[in-house]
């Protein structure tokens, strides 16, 4: 028989070792105690299909995903102030690329580098994407997103306009060379001024215009990187680099683009005007988003959709081709708890499996993964996906750094002035901005 | 006896003083917290660097944020733009919102109707209002220019582009927005005029019929006076309202075509949100603005006064 008081040295090592165990059983994420999972993302087509993910994910795990969706307008608004307050409303963020800098510095994202190379995801999609989309600081090889929904600027075509005998004997007439999907810029130009035919109601183009936030910055990166023009050296340069002889011919590019063949009217253009004018006849050919060219494709939102062909960027005069980039990545939010934080890379582990991403992709998603890219499954599926499949190896993006905000501020202030109102010359204007990012980069201490 | 009511009545009713403070505890407390608090704080801000998404705490800089702002010609640019923008906008309204009146005021068939009519622009969302002027003022389809005379697109002028058969034709972007603005806003001063006109007593055109005055010299000695109050009044509210332009340049040109239509407003919504969030550096700019206004505010209320007294 046991006395009393080794019954008590018993009762309290059992107290000890239960009680040692318990915030072990504590610390480890239990990510199977959380039933619902929230990610914020804008208010749009991908939006949906990624509820669509989620719902998958719910049948196969008991795990609720539910995409809470924010108009474009207010998306960034609404995120960044719940973040600056610690905000736990949602486990993920769809992000722009251009916030990335922001979510890190201000420790919004959780660090996704181990996760993402330890479970091979890393490699799984276009190294383009991983760079703009997950990765900062840039070259650091430290990622905070999965890149989901790749996108990046291309073109929407007339084929039956291209296609028009009358038309082919025309051009080649006055311009030597076959009327066809043009391979470089200066080719773009030609077909734009043949198409420019006012008494017809037809212009070349619908570019980007757009002051209100990026889009005039995105349409002219779409020649400037193809130009071999940059908005930044490798130590964060801008003197002579913005401004270099690529960019200022980039720009002049634009504007006489903008000048001869531009739509009139839309001065301040951006993905639904510029839409608009190839649904209203009025364009040969448009620049937009890939994400907004499933309108083009629909019969019923498009009368010409029958006979609207897509390309990638031409190239510049030494070859180069670029696109501006869109899309975004999924961080994971670091102000949720460690198991809520475990329950997310779980999704995103099973999103990022290459038969997930193909599902992503035949719902109408923009995957980033290599291996689907590739296969003729995607890009048959739709008639602009071999030209966003092309894309998508040649993408390259304005700054991500905290200051980007300010930067794209005098970026679009001063392209909108020389293109739209025609003040200034090219370089002027691309002196002033670099002249205002080095003021605004060294405020932030970015560069001395 | 009294005191034997109170006492019983004060387990079943609220005394007078307890409902009166009832009433006015709870809005006291709703505009000290919505309207009191964000103003001082607001204020506060305005001496900070502080950063509504960088999870710092506001770190003060004194008159810096203030300095910046009196010192950057490139504000100086959006307020020069707003006071001309505000010049054109309002005497315009002035001048068609008392031709309105002057028209309305005379009773004729379907008069009624046609004042309510003339109303609708104000009842509709300045965005809304602004995005199917857009589609007005398009060179290609929008019927503005078609009106004006001009057929093809590429010879006529490109409102909301500031280009004129594509040459640059700086104002013309703003000179856009006024007229839409003017389009909205004439029927309120119009509103404002009507009432003054309406009671001005008959027996004053009487005398001046009976002392063969013209129309011309009956307008001027007798309209114009006794309609001065409430038009002083119409310009005092539309001039602080054009400062305070947001919604219809937004809409219509997103402050561009370059910084012709960036309004101060305008740059003030860039500052505080757009990505930038410079939350400290916008206050600051906000309470420049609000100085502004009281100043205008309080010479219009100066003539009001004056011509109150002469009334």
């Known amino acids: 028989m046991l006395n009393k008081k080794s019954l008590l040295y018993i009762f309290m090592l059992i107290v000890f070792v239960l009680g040692a165990c318990a915030p072990a059983a504590t610390q480890a994420p239990a990510a199977s105690n959380v039933k619902e999972l929230k990610i914020l993302w804008a208010q749009w087509s991908p939006a949906d299909y990624l509820q669509q993910i989620g719902a998958m994910y719910e049948k196969e795990t008991g795990i609720k995903v539910t995409v809470v969706q924010e108009p474009w307008g207010s998306f960034g608004d609404r995120f960044n102030v719940a973040m600056a307050a610690g905000g736990t409303e949602w486990d993920m963020v769809v992000g722009d690329s251009q916030w990335l800098g922001q979510g890190v510095t201000a420790k919004y994202y959780v660090d996704l580098t181990d996760f993402m190379k330890s479970n091979g995801i890393d490699k799984s999609v276009t190294p383009a994407t991983l760079q703009y989309y997950g990765e900062y600081p840039s070259g650091s090889g430290k990622y905070y997103a999965f890149p989901t929904e790749g996108d990046a600027d291309g073109w929407a075509y007339r084929k039956d306009l291209f296609e028009d005998p009358a038309n082919k004997d025309a051009f080649k007439a006055k311009y030597g060379y076959d009327l066809a999907v043009p391979t470089t810029w200066a080719q773009l130009m030609d077909i734009a001024k043949f198409f420019t035919q006012p008494d017809k109601k037809l212009y070349g183009v619908a570019i980007y215009t757009q002051k209100d936030y990026d889009a005039i910055t995105m349409g002219v990166e779409n020649v400037m990187f193809s130009y071999g023009g940059k908005w930044q050296a490798a130590d964060n340069t801008v003197q002579g680099v913005v401004n270099s002889q690529e960019s200022i011919d980039a720009l002049q590019y634009y504007r006489d683009l903008y000048d ?20 209203g006849g009025q364009a040969a050919m448009i620049m937009n988003y890939f994400a907004f060219f499933p309108a083009l494709a629909n019969k019923s939102t498009n009368p010409h959709a029958d006979v609207t062909g897509f390309f990638a960027n031409p190239a510049g005069p030494t070859g180069k081709r670029a696109a501006a980039l869109g899309g975004q990545g999924i961080s994971v939010i670091s102000f949720v708890s460690p198991e809520r934080q475990q329950a997310s890379l779980d999704f995103i582990k099973w999103f990022a499996q290459e038969k997930i991403q193909a599902q992503w992709a035949t719902l109408g998603g923009y995957t980033c993964n290599i291996n689907v890219l590739k296969t003729d499954a995607f890009k048959n599926a739709t008639p602009y996906n071999p030209a966003f499949s092309e894309t998508m190896t040649f993408v390259q993006d304005f700054w991500n750094i905290p200051t980007y905000a300010k930067l ?41 | ?30 505009l000290i917290a919505m309207n009191v608090f964000p103003l001082f704080y607001s204020l506060y801000l305005g001496f900070t660097n502080y950063s509504a998404i960088a999870r710092q705490a ?12 009196l010192n950057d010609k490139q504000l100086w640019e959006y307020f020069a733009t707003t006071g001309r923008y505000a010049l054109m906008s309002v005497s315009l309204q002035t001048l068609v919102g008392f031709g309105l009146a002057m028209l309305v005021r005379e009773k004729f068939k379907g008069g009624g109707i046609l004042t309510t009519l003339i109303l609708i622009p104000m009842m509709i969302s300045p965005v809304v209002v602004g995005l199917f002027w857009k589609l007005m003022y398009n060179p290609t389809f929008g019927f503005f220019n078609f009106l004006l005379g001009f057929g093809n697109p590429s010879k006529a002028p490109d409102w909301l582009a500031s280009r004129f058969a594509g040459q640059p034709m700086p104002g013309l972007a703003l000179f856009a927005v ?30 001046a019929v009976v002392d063969r005055a013209s129309s011309w010299f009956q307008f001027w000695r007798i309209t114009l006076p006794q309609v001065a109050p409430l038009l002083l009044i119409a310009v005092l509210f539309r001039t602080i309202e054009a400062f305070k332009s947001f919604d219809l340049v937004m809409g219509m040109t997103g402050g561009g075509p370059g910084s012709q239509t960036e309004l101060i407003a305008v740059n003030l919504y860039r500052q505080a949100f757009l990505g930038q969030f410079r939350t400290g550096p916008a206050s600051a700019l906000a309470y420049i603005i609000l100085i502004v206004i009281i100043a205008i505010s309080n010479l219009y209320i100066k003539y009001l006064n004056q011509s109150k007294g002469e009334g």
């Open chain 1, 260 to 279: 001869c063949c531009q739509v009139p009217g839309l001065n301040n253009a951006f993905f639904t005007e510029t839409n608009d004018a190839m649904i």
């Open chain 1, 408 to 448: 794209l501020e005098s970026t679009q202030r001063n392209l909108s002035a020389f293109v739209v109102e025609g003040k200034g010359t090219a370089k002027d204007t691309m002196d002033t901005i670099a002249a205002d990012h080095t003021a605004s980069l060294k405020a932030d201490g970015v560069i001395k």
């Open chain 2, 1 to 30: 006896m009294s005191a034997d009511k109170g006492s019983s009545g004060k387990n079943r009713h609220l005394s007078n003083r307890a409902i009166v403070n009832l009433f006015i505890w709870p809005t006291l407390f709703l």
């Open chain 2, 58 to 69: 506001p770190v003060w800089v004194g008159f810096q944020n203030f300095s910046n702002i």
């Open chain 2, 178 to 207: 006024v007229i839409v603005d003017v389009w909205i806003w004439a029927p309120f001063v119009m509103l404002l005029v009507l009432s003054g006109l309406k009671a001005i007593p008959d027996y004053l055109y009487e005398a």
